[in-house]
Structure formats: C-alpha cells, structure tokens
C-alpha cells in the first residue's frame, strides 16, 4: 500500500523510518519531508498545514492510507478531511484533537471526569488572570491555552516572572490567537513522565515510558525548548505506577472523550507528574511526542502499520504489540543559539560514521544548490541509540554523536542523566 506521512521533522522521520521496515508498505511519501527522510520516502512539497492541498494530493497519487503526526493539522481537520475524501486516515479527528489544542477544554475534561490534575483558574481577561497570580503566589504555572510550539508554557518562580508571563501572552500576543486565553495551575513537584498509547476510540495500549529533556543546557537549566533529547524506558515508572496509571488516568481519559462524542483515535501522549499524592496528568498531546517518538519507535518490534490500521479499525485489543528488551536514548543536536535565533544553511558531516552504531533522524535538515546536506532548523538532528540498558543506550548516542559536525553544535552532555 502507499503510504503517506505528514510532517517533516525528527518525529517524522522517526514514523517513515519504521513504516518503511513493514512488509505491508509498498510506497512511502511524506508532505512536506526533510532531508534524510528523503533517502526512505518520496518528499512532496505540501505544507502540513495545506488540508485541501494535502488531500487533493493524496488523491491524484493514489494514496492508500495517510499518517497526520503533528498537531497542527490535526487541530485544523485534516483527518477529518481526508476521511470525507474517502482516504483512511490515522490521528485523531479535529473534535478529539481539541484535547491538545485547548488546554482549558483538557482541564475542564479532567475537572469533569475526576481524573488527577493540578489545580487550575481559566482567564480570558488580564487584569482578573493577574490578580489571581498574585493571590495564589509562586511557584505557579502559566499555560496559553492553545497550540504553541510546544514553548507556551511557564514554570514561574515569582509571581514577578508569572505576571510577566501572563502580560507576554494576552496583551503582547506572544503566541497569536494560542495565548488570548490562558491557564493558571498550581506548581506539582515530582519526576516528569511521558507515557504515549496506542487508542482506537475505546481501547488503548500504553508504549514504553519516555522522558524528553526540555530545557536548553545541562541540569534542566535555560529556556523550554521542542526537546533536546529523550529516554525510554524510566526507571521511576515501576508496573505499580504503571497500573495506576491505567486505572486512574489512562482508560478513564479515553472513555471520557468517548462519552463526550469525541472518541479518540490515534497517540494519546500523556504528560505525567509523579507527584508524592500520586500520578497527576500535567498535559495532553494528541500525537506523538518529539523527540520522545524516536526512543519509543527505536524500541517497536511489532509491525507499526499493523498497529496504526487498528486504531483506525477499532480493533487495537485484538492486535499483539511487541517491545524490544533494553532501552534506547536520542540526543539532540541543535543549531547555536537554539532556541533563540540562529544560523541555517551551514554544512553537516560524519552522518555516515554516526549511522554506523546509532540511528540519526533528521529533524532540521535540507540540501543546498549543490547538493550538499546543510542545516535547515533549530533542532536539527536526533542521534538515537539502543542499548541493553539504559547506559549503554547513552553511550551509544553519545559516542555516535562524536562524529557529526557542524558550526555551531549545540547538545546537552546529560540526557538521560538530569531528572
């Protein structure tokens, strides 16, 4: 079957890359793409965000079956689109999407079905969303209720910090339309997990536990950034937690937004404290993580088109999904003065030697007039190793790491390392 996938970063590639392992694929295309999935699928240039233009191309090209991974288009209807088109689809419709794209329809959600979350205010005007932060105190916790970038979240530790965060969002527009609401939550302590599933609308089958690294430099210091590089699995989450976590969060999140009229099919990624009162959800996202996706799908034996032709059927609880033993660590490699400004188009190298013991997916990458591989983003590559456990993981990705050049280089020395 053809086989088209949406989006053109590292989680892209990361998908492409174990579809094209499936005996069931027969052709791989990917709108828009980037560089290294180039050498496994045929790039088209659509933008992610084109709905009418991703479907029309899906159909004069035959298309059998489309994977929409990033947020965006999935907020904006594409799956949706595509089914209306009469192409089968994988990702959750634009009334499931919601869970991501509004983080107060997601607080509201969890406040309604009891599931565990910090405590929360919703504000759409400033002077009552400042009064609040200075009623309530710091640490606190600013969120923009809608899609941006992943970077449009603020863990203040004044109530200086959280005004200023607040003031960005709704009078300066920051993010746009994303931060004319925003969420005030308490400020949870405990390690961070990510746990992404497997959903078909009822049931859901939970993926190994990942942990993205999101601040800029070593021991989680600098700015939030898209990732800088993940584990899986986590020692912390221990199968007690585990079971919990079924009980408590994941099987009743799915069968609320069923109850709702809003059944989820796709990646429910959820985002977890481990809070010392127990597993709480910090935040939803209606797709894969990045670059938590590359750790997970390094360590996938089943057959992933199986899997995702499941969700979209109905029949994940009849499908078998295998893990391989170990772990596996994916290290970032930025652009200097991520996630800030920084220079594009400056040469890499050594990607050949690298790809000897790890696999390097390409998140920010292009080729120039000449041909030559150069960097197109700020995160621009995930160097990802698998270990029997989780040092020889990071060794792995790290020694791989080595070879690769470019001006610049930006990478943390502890991922996997700093909780």
């Known amino acids: 079957m053809h086989v088209l996938v949406v989006g053109g970063g590292g989680r892209e590639h990361a998908i492409v890359w174990a579809l094209s392992k499936s005996p069931k694929v027969t052709k791989l295309s990917c709108a828009p793409g980037n560089a290294g999935i180039a050498a496994l699928a045929q790039c088209v240039p659509v933008k992610a965000t084109d709905v009418e233009g991703m479907v029309a191309w899906a159909r004069e090209n035959a298309v059998d079956f489309v ?226 996706c590359q750790s997970v799908l390094s360590l996938l034996e089943s057959d992933l088109m199986d899997i995702l032709l499941a969700c979209r059927n109905g029949t994940l609880d009849q499908t078998e999904i295998r893990w391989k033993a170990g772990a596996a660590c994916c290290l970032v490699l930025a652009s200097g003065g991520y996630p800030g400004s920084y220079r594009k188009g400056l040469p890499i190298t050594g990607l050949e030697e690298a790809g000897k013991t790890a696999v390097v997916f390409h998140a920010g990458t292009a080729r120039n007039d000449s041909g030559e591989l150069v960097t197109g983003g700020g995160r621009v590559l995930g160097v990802t190793a698998v270990g029997g456990d989780l040092d020889e993981a990071i060794r792995g990705a790290y020694a791989s790491a080595e070879h690769i050049h470019f001006e610049g280089m930006q990478f943390r020395t502890d991922i996997g390392r700093a909780f």
Do not use: W
């Not at 429910?268 to 939803?284: H, I, N």
């Open 67 to 292: 994977m929409v991974a990033p947020d965006d288009p999935l907020a904006l209807g594409m799956v949706d689109a595509l089914e209306a088109a009469g192409i089968p689809a994988f990702g959750p419709r634009a009334n499931a999407a919601v869970i991501e794209a509004s983080k107060a329809f997601s607080k509201d959600l969890m406040a309604k079905y009891h599931i565990p979350t910090a405590r929360y205010q919703t504000f759409t005007e400033l002077e009552a969303a400042l009064a609040y932060v200075r009623e309530q105190g710091a640490p606190i916790v600013v969120k923009a209720d809608g899609l941006a970038l992943g970077k449009g979240v603020i863990v203040a530790q004044s109530v200086e910090e959280a005004e200023d965060a607040v003031r960005a969002m709704m009078a300066d527009k920051k993010f746009g339309e994303a931060g004319a609401k925003v969420v005030i939550e308490e400020c949870m302590t405990g390690p961070e997990v990510t746990v992404l599933a497997f959903c078909d609308g009822k049931h859901l089958v939970p993926m190994p536990a990942s942990q993205d690294h999101k601040r800029a430099f070593d021991g989680n210091q600098g700015p939030n950034t898209g990732g800088m590089g993940s584990i899986a699995p986590v020692a912390c989450y221990t199968p007690d937690l585990a079971q919990v976590c079924m009980e408590t969060i994941f099987q009743p999140t799915v069968d609320a937004m069923a109850a709702e009229g809003r059944p989820f099919q796709g990646v429910l990624y959820f985002g977890l404290m481990l809070t010392p009162q127990g597993p709480k959800v910090v935040e939803y996202n209606s797709r894969f993580g990045d670059p938590e």
